[in-house]
């Protein structure tokens, strides 16, 4: 079966703190994605990669970095966390064909006080 | 700017109804329409449609797509208390490159009531 893993379903951090969310797939995928979701508001997108090293930044990057060394990994991380990015984190990853069939992950819920 | 709008917010039926969710999209460089499923976790995809008129049927799911009116609909047939979870319409924009962007509506919520 194959599957997306984020490796923290609930995190509770600190105003300030440093934030990674771990994510793997193990498809073989190019494409890899990061978004949040809130009450009202849907997925958003905040950052992608369609390789390794490399990144784009979705609708919402700020306050976000990424990182993708290897291609079943992508992190997010937020350097300084804040309460508005409290939220549920979704990743997802799709096989490069550009058709946005997204295996998504089970999601992280943070929640920064 | 572009914009889904779903509809309705929430729905709660009984089990056996028919029931039909729709999307509205405003999108540059339409390029399809993607529909997922979310019980309390991950979304799943359900279906893709990408020509007008269409109908893509899965069991008791169906849905269509209306690139001239810029809309979709997904039905479910005689419910099942399984089927209850948010509903999310995505459509997609191409940027010409090797990703495509999905624009996410703000789902419908459907509660299947035994």
């Known amino acids: 079966d194959v599957k997306v893993t984020q490796s923290s379903r609930y995190l509770v951090k600190r105003t300030g703190e440093k934030v990674f969310l771990e994510c793997v797939q193990d498809?073989?995928?190019?494409?890899m994605f990061w978004y949040r979701q809130d009450p009202g508001l849907g997925l958003r997108l905040i950052y992608f990669s369609y390789d390794v090293k490399m990144k784009e930044k979705g609708d919402i990057p700020e306050g976000y970095s990424v990182s993708r060394e290897k291609k079943e990994r992508f992190s997010l991380i937020l350097e300084s966390a804040s309460t508005n990015q409290t939220s549920m984190y979704l990743c997802a990853s799709e096989k490069r064909s550009g058709a946005n069939v997204l295996t998504f992950g089970a999601g992280s819920r943070l929640t920064v006080l | 700017e572009d914009k889904v709008v779903q509809s309705p917010l929430s729905l709660v039926v009984h089990e056996g109804d028919t029931v039909t969710l729709n999307c509205s999209y405003e999108?540059?460089?339409?390029?399809?329409l993607l529909w997922y499923k979310q019980e309390k976790k991950a979304p799943t995809f359900l279906f893709m449609l990408?020509?007008?008129?269409i109908e893509k049927k899965s069991g008791r799911l169906s849905s269509i797509l209306d690139k001239k009116e810029l809309f979709s609909i997904l039905n479910i047939t005689a419910t099942q208390t399984g089927d209850s979870a948010v509903y999310l319409c995505?459509?997609?924009?191409?940027?010409?490159?090797?990703?495509?962007?999905?624009?996410f509506g703000t789902g419908t919520l459907l509660a299947v009531q035994p």
């Open positions: 498809m073989d995928h190019e494409n």
């Open positions: 990408t020509s007008s008129g």
């Open positions: 999108v540059t460089n339409f390029r399809s």
């Open positions: 995505a459509p997609q924009s191409s940027n010409g490159g090797a990703t495509n962007k999905l624009i």
